[in-house]
Every structure is written in C-alpha cells, then in structure tokens.
C-alpha cells in the first residue's frame, strides 16, 4: 500500500463523450466509470463488505453528517478510523455533510461560517463548517474527502442559485485551506471541489472556473438528482462536465436510475454513487436488464423462474421469484438480503458493461441497445 501513488487518473480509451479509465489510490484502483454503494452510517445496508466487494465494488461512499452524530467523528478515530471500524480496505469516498444537513434537519441556519442545525437524532445542536467538515473527514480516514458546499435547491431563482454557487465558492477555498492543514491525512487523501449553479449555464462556468483556480484531484457535478427530472438533469450535463478538466475525474453526485448512469456516461461522467439499489432492494424491487421488477407483485408467488436470467449474480443462482416474493412479502429479514445483494451486483454489472462496451468503441450500440430493453416496459 505504501508504495502506491496518493492518487492518479488514468483515461484509457475514450468513445464520443465516454471514457473508461483508473483512477489509483494507496487502498487499490478504482475503473471508471464506477457506481459506489452508499455506507451511509459504516455500512452498506443488508449487505457484508465482503459480498459489497464480490459484487465488484471499488469503492463505498461514507456519510459525514450520520458518522459525525452517530457514532462521532473522534470515537472513530480512536477505534482506528472508518475502514478498520467496517471491515473495508478499499477506498472510500466521504461527502461533505451539507446536503444532509440541510434536508434531514428541521431546524437549520445558514450563515457564512457554516451551517448551524439541530441533529435528527438527538436535537442536540451543531455547527458544521468547511473547517469542521474536512476535520471530520480527515478523523474518518476518508481516501475522497469532498468540499463543503451549499447544495441549490431545486426551482431556485437564479440570483438564488447565484448566490448560493458564490457561497459554495467561498466554502471550496476554505475546504482546500483546511484540507490542505491535515498532515498526513492530506498526503494520502484526494480532495474534490463541487460545481454548483443549479441549471444555468452561465453559473455553472464560473463555478467551474473558480473550483479550478483553487484546484482540486477530481471535481464533482452538484445540485443535480434534486427534483429536476431527467431531462433537465441531462441538459445540464450536455454543458457542464465540458466546463470541467479533462483530465480530471468528474463525479455525478447522487444519481442515480440504471438509465440516468448510462445518459451521464455519454455525456462524460466517470464516477457516480445512489442509495437506489439498497433502498429499492430493501422496498421489494429489483433492477433487471428488462427494467425494474417489483417482487411483491403477486404474479410471482409461483414463478420459479430467477429474478434476471441475464444475471449472473449468486442470488440469481441459487433462488427462484417465488421464494424472494415469499421472504418480502413475509417481511423477512433475509429477502432484504437477497434483494439488495442482486442490485448491487446488477449495478456492478452494469459499470462494467459500460467500460468494456467504451473501451471497444461501442458504446453508442450498448447505449442504444440497454435502453431498448430496460425502458420497454
């Protein structure tokens, strides 16, 4: 591990807008484009890390607001960081907290210096800041610390959402500067900045343009996956990661649906995380090349047949429809399991689809061809 660089990006082949590459860390590679299951509170929910990584798994995402309140930042430093808490030696990838804050609290204010708010648990009171977050990030072990930002909301005017990318802005120089005061944990770890400007075009350059001032190893895409819808979210993917370094990695944040991915590949999305596949495995439904099935369905209470037959998952080997709609419906703790195993596999399987399909230059025909089968329901 000592021998490994703190981070490096490698763009292997590209097709249209598409790239496939590495991006090399001192806990292993990470192939791009890559899907991280969502360990929101050190785990990947109804999942072991070993099976998160025989499913294909690179890296996991880590959550910052629910490890800082619960078990706390210092305990998991005394307790020798996130990845020896979890079992997981692999990269993980810690957002900022912002987000959370700002969408689980009732009671929040922003200001300046940060972001004041009552905690969803306990109602005990906290100020997160830039400062704050990169040291809890720094506490965690984290390998991707993300920048604190304010994340628009979505249907914001546009002095808002002006307004709101400018403060991001701020709070980007003061993550870099605090980041960058860590020691250690700064010469092993990567930072990425986020853009922000909601839908315009004109915003999201000059956050483009002021995150690359300060600079940053990857750079994210912000404020999307917020309610806008598809369409709008790709629209602004046809602008914004162009305003982004090429040879940077750029990270769709919060997305997302099996055909959001594949329309952000084209447009030049390398990395990208969502609690869809645990929370839709856990609520009975599975992604399927066919599209989403949903198990509850009373059509499968006798149908032996496995849950994809394209997939070569260990559930999809081992358990027919039946059986899975009987642990769901019965509420048992095992359909979880099972569930949210298949879709993590199903998404992996995916990710790698997509590389190979770039790496041959056919990305447009697998685009094509995914989208005929998963949308024709």
């Not at 940053?216 to 404020?223: I, R, S, T």
């Not at 917020?226 to 602008?239: I, R, S």
Request: hydrophobic content about 40%; aromatic content about 8%; overall charge neutral.
């Amino acid at each position: 591990m000592l021998d490994r660089p703190r981070f490096s990006f490698q763009i292997a082949a590209t097709d249209g807008k598409a790239r496939t590459g590495v991006l090399s860390m001192r806990r292993g590679d990470i192939r791009t484009p890559a899907f991280m299951p969502v360990g929101t509170a050190a785990t990947v929910k109804a999942m072991r890390p070993a099976e998160v990584r025989a499913a294909g798994a690179d890296i996991i995402l880590g959550n910052t607001y629910h490890l800082m309140l619960r078990p706390g930042a210092e305990r998991m430093a005394r307790l020798g960081g996130l990845h020896r808490f979890m079992s997981w030696d692999r990269p993980i990838l810690t957002d900022s907290g912002g987000y959370q804050v700002m969408s689980l609290s009732a009671l929040t204010k922003l200001k300046e210096e940060g972001v004041a708010f009552s905690s969803h648990i306990d109602g005990s009171k906290h100020l997160l800041t830039p400062e704050r977050s990169m040291e809890i990030q720094r506490l965690l072990g984290s390998d991707i610390v993300m920048a604190f930002d304010e994340c628009t909301k979505n249907g914001a005017s546009r002095d808002e959402a002006a307004q709101s990318m400018e403060r991001s802005m701020r709070w980007a120089r003061r993550s870099r500067e605090g980041f960058d005061a860590g020691g250690d944990h700064a010469g092993r770890s990567a930072l990425f900045g986020i853009q922000q400007g909601s839908l315009d075009e004109d915003l999201r350059l000059r956050s483009a343009q002021q995150l690359m001032e300060i600079g940053f190893d990857g750079y994210a895409v912000g404020g999307l996956a917020v309610g806008e819808g598809q369409e709008a979210m790709f629209a602004t993917l046809d602008f914004a990661p162009g305003q982004l370094p090429v040879d940077r990695p750029r990270y769709l944040m919060g997305v997302g649906k099996p055909d959001d991915i594949v329309g952000a590949v084209e447009r030049g999305i390398d990395m990208f995380d969502c609690v869809l596949p645990t929370r839709s495995g856990r609520n009975g439904q599975a992604f399927t090349w066919t599209g989403p099935l949903n198990i509850r369905n009373a059509r499968f209470a006798e149908d032996e047949a496995q849950l994809d037959e394209r997939c070569g998952c260990p559930v999809c080997a081992t358990w027919s429809r039946a059986y899975l709609h009987h642990l769901v419906k019965a509420g048992e703790m095992l359909g979880a399991m099972l569930m949210t195993q298949h879709n993590i596999h199903f998404y992996q399987a995916l990710m790698q689809g997509i590389r190979d399909a770039i790496a041959n230059g056919r990305f447009a025909s697998f685009a094509q061809s995914f989208r005929a089968d998963y949308l024709r329901k």
